[in-house]
């Protein structure tokens, strides 16, 4: 018998593929440099100088440690594992990340229409949403939590407020973008048949941007978890995620493993929250469009 080769993966597979692999690559590089130490004593090879991160201590914990304090007790005396704090906690940045995202990309939206209907509106906001995009986000996320704090409003509000701020500028971009991505051709020949400007918007140019504003949302998503995260740090809540990172952070000494735990949540977060985007973008835009885009 003559032996075939196997197939290659299913293309609805190859992304999920295309993932273990890199993840298993980034797992073997993470052991193999705490090895590399290990054998050369925490130097270069063939030098005196220091590797940047020691691997003679527990600051660099192995894989299997990250993984066996997720399955832990998350402090002594307690009986409840850390992956369930961590869960718990992830949940709760989350709905404050969505918050965040929802109105960040509602902010985004109104813009891009705004500025392709107004060029003279895009011209004096245009450089006013860039430069939002230059602020410190860690010099701005305390005053916002002050100001919140002054006007008796919930700190969640405050802290979608700053997943607000990163989220929405992808969103108006891109939306920029989508809205006037339709050819001349195809708005001229929409133009002959006497449509309005918003029979225009409605039935050429939403419908044309639609890839380019889930592209934007993607984005946006991620974004909205980093500002979620920056904006739990000084505003206190007792609850979600940002709180586990600076209360490991104070341990990291004693244990590390349990910080890159909290570390490893807050990225499995920001992936599920752009897959999640993903989904709905499969629902939303046909198959077709979504190869072409």
């Known amino acids: 018998m003559v032996a075939t080769p196997a197939s290659p993966p299913a293309p609805a597979l190859r992304p999920l593929v295309g993932f273990l692999l890199i993840l298993v690559a980034l797992l073997g590089l993470w052991e193999g440099y705490k090895l590399l130490g290990q054998s050369t004593g925490g130097t270069i090879p063939f030098t005196d100088v220091n590797l940047p991160v020691r691997t003679d201590d527990r600051s660099l914990p192995h894989i299997w440690e990250i993984v066996g304090s997720i399955l832990a007790p998350a402090q002594r005396g307690s009986e409840e594992p ?19 995202f929802a109105a960040g990309s509602t902010i985004g939206i109104l813009l891009g229409l705004a500025f392709v209907r107004s060029p003279l509106v895009e011209r004096g906001l245009m450089p006013w949403v860039i430069a939002s995009q230059l602020i410190p986000l860690l010099a701005i996320a305390p005053m916002v939590v002050l100001w919140a704090g002054r006007y008796r409003l919930p700190l969640w509000i405050a802290v979608a407020v700053i997943a607000a701020l990163l989220s929405f500028f992808p969103v108006t971009v891109n939306t920029v973008r989508g809205l006037r991505s339709p050819s001349p051709t195809s708005v001229e020949m929409l133009r002959s048949f006497a449509a309005s400007p918003t029979q225009e918007l409605r039935k050429l140019r939403i419908p044309a941007s639609l890839p380019y504003l889930f592209t934007a949302l993607k984005v946006a998503a991620g974004a909205s978890v980093i500002g979620t995260l920056v904006g739990e740090l000084p505003s206190g809540l007792p609850d979600g995620l940002g709180r586990q990172l600076l209360t490991f952070s104070y341990y990291y000494g004693s244990g590390p493993e349990k910080l890159f735990a909290a570390v490893l949540f807050s990225v499995l977060l920001g992936v ?13 835009i046909p198959p077709a469009r979504r190869v072409q885009s």
Do not use: H, I, K, Y
């Open 82 to 100: 850390l992956g369930l704090v961590l869960a718990r906690a992830s949940f709760v940045t989350f709905r404050e990340a969505l918050a965040g």
């Open 272 to 284: 599920v929250f752009v897959a999640l985007v993903g989904l709905v973008e499969r629902l939303v």
